[in-house]
T-cell receptor, first 117, second 114 residues
Framework: EAGVAQSPRYKIIEKRQSVAFWCNPISGHATLYWYQQILGQGPKLLIQFQNNGVVDDSQLPKDRFSAERLKGVDSTLKIQPAKLEDSAVYLC???????????????FGPGTRLTVL | GDSVTQMEGPVTLSEEAFLTINCTYTATGYPSLFWYVQYPGEGLQLLLKATKADDKGSNKGFEATYRKETTSFHLEKGSVQVSDSAVYFCALKTNAGNNRKLIWGLGTSLAVNP
């Protein structure tokens, strides 16, 4: 079974530029997550999709970050314009669903390491 | 709010040494608890889990027991190998209300020397 795919693996940009990341979850997984992982910290949830609807985007800096999952499958996360503090690894994860009181393992992609200069 | 606290790293051990990485949590209700591992250059992988008090999760020689009385979920392994070198994250997921996202610790880096 193929895992969660992400691209690119690495990206270097200058501040105020734009960048986009792509994620293809495991086939059949309804729930998709984007996390930001700053060096030395745990992952921080940016946005969670259930199919093509947003479940939680409370920690997404909406003035510069946007994400979509138009057909309920793959997803893109965009930063426009980027700031120095956006340098981090951006992780995509997916799970079968997100039902209450049910355990749904999140499977993570390899991440995209973003460096903003 | 809900939180996870795990011991700071880095932890450096010799091969075959005993490993303990402490993790304590604060949560309302009855959370599920997880240990994830991140090997160099790879994504996060679930290592083990426990969903209720006194459950013991185990995988690849690692164990952790859900202790509600001490709100802890310490990770242990009797004999570490060089291949266990990675960053280990403790996490919880509450099952109450609508806020069911994973809450993560800061991670503990483990280096095992031959």
């Amino acid at each position: 079974e193929a895992g969660v795919a992400q691209s690119p693996r690495y990206k270097i940009i200058e501040k105020r530029q734009s960048v986009a990341f792509w994620c293809n979850p495991i086939s059949g997984h309804a729930t998709l997550y984007w996390y930001q992982q700053i060096l030395g910290q745990g992952p921080k949830l940016l946005i969670q999709f259930q199919n093509n609807g947003v479940v939680d985007d409370s920690q997404l800096p909406k003035d510069r970050f946007s994400a979509e999952r138009l057909k309920g499958v793959d997803s893109t996360l965009k930063i426009q314009p980027a700031k120095l503090e956006d340098s981090a690894v951006y992780l995509c994860a997916s799970s079968l669903t997100d039902r209450p009181r049910a355990y749904n393992e999140q499977f993570f992609g390899p991440g995209t390491r973003l460096t903003v200069l | 709010g809900d939180s996870v606290t795990q011991m700071e790293g880095p932890v450096t051990l010799s091969e075959e040494a005993f490993l303990t990485i402490n993790c304590t949590y604060t949560a309302t209700g009855y959370p599920s608890l997880f240990w994830y591992v991140q090997y160099p250059g790879e994504g996060l992988q679930l290592l083990l889990k426990a969903t209720k008090a006194d459950d013991k999760g185990s995988n690849k020689g690692f164990e952790a027991t859900y202790r509600k009385e001490t709100t802890s979920f310490h990770l242990e392994k009797g004999s570490v190998q060089v291949s266990d070198s990675a960053v280990y994250f403790c996490a919880l997921k509450t099952n109450a209300g609508n806020n069911r996202k994973l809450i993560w610790g800061l991670g503990t880096s483990l280096a095992v020397n031959p």
